[in-house]
Protein backbone atom coordinates (compact mmCIF):
# COMPACT_ATOMS: atom_id res chain seq x y z
CA UNK A 1 0.00 0.00 0.00
CA UNK A 2 1.59 3.26 -0.53
CA UNK A 3 0.18 7.08 0.76
CA UNK A 4 0.67 9.43 -1.20
CA UNK A 5 0.79 13.38 0.08
CA UNK A 6 0.74 16.30 -2.13
CA UNK A 7 1.93 19.94 -1.02
CA UNK A 8 2.83 22.87 -2.73
CA UNK A 9 -0.38 24.05 -4.05
CA UNK A 10 -1.72 27.99 -3.82
CA UNK A 11 -3.01 31.15 -5.60
CA UNK A 12 -0.12 32.80 -8.29
CA UNK A 13 -1.35 35.42 -10.97
CA UNK A 14 -1.09 33.92 -14.69
CA UNK A 15 2.20 34.23 -15.96
CA UNK A 16 3.51 32.93 -12.47
CA UNK A 17 5.01 29.49 -11.21
CA UNK A 18 4.71 27.39 -8.45
CA UNK A 19 5.94 23.98 -7.53
CA UNK A 20 4.12 20.96 -6.50
CA UNK A 21 5.72 17.74 -4.46
CA UNK A 22 4.42 14.10 -3.87
CA UNK A 23 5.39 12.84 -1.17
CA UNK A 24 5.25 8.61 -1.11
CA UNK A 25 5.30 6.36 1.66
CA UNK A 26 3.85 2.43 2.34
CA UNK A 27 5.71 1.49 -0.84
CA UNK A 28 8.77 0.45 -3.14
CA UNK A 29 8.59 4.16 -4.57
CA UNK A 30 11.28 3.55 -6.94
CA UNK A 31 8.99 0.61 -8.85
CA UNK A 32 6.39 2.79 -9.25
CA UNK A 33 5.85 5.01 -12.16
CA UNK A 34 4.16 8.45 -11.25
CA UNK A 35 1.27 10.13 -13.07
CA UNK A 36 0.07 13.69 -12.41
CA UNK A 37 -3.53 14.47 -13.02
CA UNK A 38 -5.62 17.73 -12.53
CA UNK A 39 -9.35 17.85 -11.81
CA UNK A 40 -11.23 21.63 -12.65
CA UNK A 41 -14.79 22.07 -11.34
CA UNK A 42 -17.61 20.36 -13.40
CA UNK A 43 -14.44 18.76 -15.82
CA UNK A 44 -13.06 15.21 -16.50
CA UNK A 45 -9.96 14.41 -14.40
CA UNK A 46 -7.10 15.61 -17.07
CA UNK A 47 -3.95 13.90 -17.70
CA UNK A 48 -0.88 16.64 -16.97
CA UNK A 49 2.15 14.18 -17.12
CA UNK A 50 3.59 11.26 -16.03
CA UNK A 51 7.43 9.68 -15.31
CA UNK A 52 9.38 6.33 -15.49
CA UNK A 53 10.08 4.76 -11.93
CA UNK A 54 13.65 5.83 -12.76
CA UNK A 55 13.07 9.04 -14.10
CA UNK A 56 14.40 8.86 -17.49
CA UNK A 57 11.42 9.40 -19.75
CA UNK A 58 8.84 11.69 -18.97
CA UNK A 59 5.09 12.27 -20.77
CA UNK A 60 3.06 15.41 -20.71
CA UNK A 61 -0.78 16.48 -21.61
CA UNK A 62 -0.70 18.97 -24.68
CA UNK A 63 -2.35 21.13 -22.60
CA UNK A 64 0.72 21.83 -20.77
CA UNK A 65 3.54 20.60 -22.81
CA UNK A 66 6.63 22.80 -22.24
CA UNK A 67 5.50 24.60 -19.37
CA UNK A 68 5.28 21.73 -16.80
CA UNK A 69 8.10 19.23 -15.67
CA UNK A 70 7.57 16.46 -13.60
CA UNK A 71 10.88 15.29 -12.07
CA UNK A 72 11.51 12.77 -9.28
CA UNK A 73 13.93 11.57 -6.27
CA UNK A 74 13.67 8.20 -5.25
CA UNK A 75 16.81 8.34 -2.96
CA UNK A 76 13.39 10.99 -1.17
CA UNK A 77 10.54 9.32 -2.32
CA UNK A 78 9.22 12.39 -3.75
CA UNK A 79 7.73 13.63 -7.00
CA UNK A 80 7.45 16.87 -8.13
CA UNK A 81 5.29 19.46 -10.73
CA UNK A 82 7.46 22.40 -11.89
CA UNK A 83 4.46 24.69 -13.30
CA UNK A 84 5.79 27.63 -15.20
CA UNK A 85 3.91 30.44 -16.71
CA UNK A 86 0.68 29.05 -15.48
CA UNK A 87 -2.72 30.61 -16.93
CA UNK A 88 -6.24 30.61 -15.10
CA UNK A 89 -7.41 27.64 -17.11
CA UNK A 90 -4.77 25.80 -15.39
CA UNK A 91 -6.92 26.07 -12.00
CA UNK A 92 -7.88 22.34 -10.41
CA UNK A 93 -7.20 19.94 -7.90
CA UNK A 94 -4.01 18.39 -8.38
CA UNK A 95 -3.42 14.76 -8.06
CA UNK A 96 -0.25 12.56 -8.14
CA UNK A 97 -1.48 9.06 -8.67
CA UNK A 98 0.68 6.09 -8.71
CA UNK A 99 1.27 2.84 -10.35
CA UNK A 100 3.34 -0.28 -11.34
CA UNK A 101 5.78 -0.47 -14.19
CA UNK A 102 5.14 1.43 -17.03
CA UNK A 103 3.57 5.46 -16.90
CA UNK A 104 -0.05 5.56 -18.23
CA UNK A 105 -2.24 8.68 -19.34
CA UNK A 106 -5.53 7.16 -18.31
CA UNK A 107 -6.65 8.25 -14.70
CA UNK A 108 -8.16 4.52 -14.04
CA UNK A 109 -4.80 2.65 -14.75
CA UNK A 110 -3.52 4.38 -11.19
CA UNK A 111 -4.00 2.31 -8.44
CA UNK A 112 -2.75 4.83 -5.53
CA UNK A 113 -4.09 8.66 -5.15
CA UNK A 114 -3.04 11.11 -3.20
CA UNK A 115 -5.47 13.74 -1.99
CA UNK A 116 -5.31 16.79 -4.07
CA UNK A 117 -4.08 20.09 -3.57
CA UNK A 118 -5.73 23.08 -4.90
CA UNK A 119 -3.92 25.21 -7.26
CA UNK A 120 -5.56 28.39 -8.31
CA UNK A 121 -4.69 31.26 -11.24
CA UNK A 122 -5.75 34.89 -11.11
CA UNK A 123 -5.66 36.62 -14.45
Known amino acids: QVQLVESGGGLVQSGGSLRLSCAAS????????MGWFRQAPGKEREFVGA????????YYGDSVKGRFTISRDNAKNTVSLQMISLKPEDTAVYYC????????????????WGQGTQVTVSS
Open 97 to 112: AARKKIPATMAHEYVY
Open 26 to 33: GGSFSSYA
Open 51 to 58: ITWSGDLT
